[in-house]
């Protein structure tokens, strides 16, 4: 089992930035891949960004690229997504997730989520 826990999130002006950080706990000896999905309010959760377990490959939401950037440490279990340029269509849950590995249709672990709203 895997236990995920995000912080960062918040209220933004639109053009902002936010970092959003996810720190794993319990069996993370393996190489988990880790993510980031978003659900906006009516509509279904959607697939943001993913990483490999060694942070050497990624797979951005053709909507978030150059906005988004991934990253982590594995050494801290800790995973953060750098949000430049925020727009009001990024107002979402953020949820963080691992798995072996992570699709963009599916997870096997989940954070509890972050709020992100984007408004002036």
């Known amino acids: 089992q895997v236990q995920l826990v995000e912080s960062g999130g918040g209220l933004v002006q639109p053009g902002g930035s936010l970092r959003l950080s996810c720190t794993a706990s319990?069996?993370?000896?393996?190489?988990?891949?880790m993510g980031w999905f978003r659900q906006a309010p009516g509509k279904e959760r959607e697939f943001v960004v993913a990483?490999?377990?060694?942070?050497?490959?990624?797979d951005y939401a053709d909507s978030v690229k150059g906005r988004f950037t991934i990253s982590r440490d594995n050494s801290n279990n800790t995973m953060w997504l750098q949000i430049d340029s925020l727009q009001p269509e990024d107002t979402a849950i953020y949820y963080c997730?691992?798995?072996?590995?992570?699709?963009?249709?599916?997870?096997?672990?989940w954070g509890q989520g972050t709020q992100v709203t984007v408004s002036a």
């Open positions: 997730a691992a798995g072996l590995p992570i699709t963009r249709s599916r997870a096997d672990y």
């Open positions: 319990g069996h993370t000896s393996s190489p988990y891949y």
């Open positions: 990483i490999n377990g060694r942070g050497a490959t990624t």
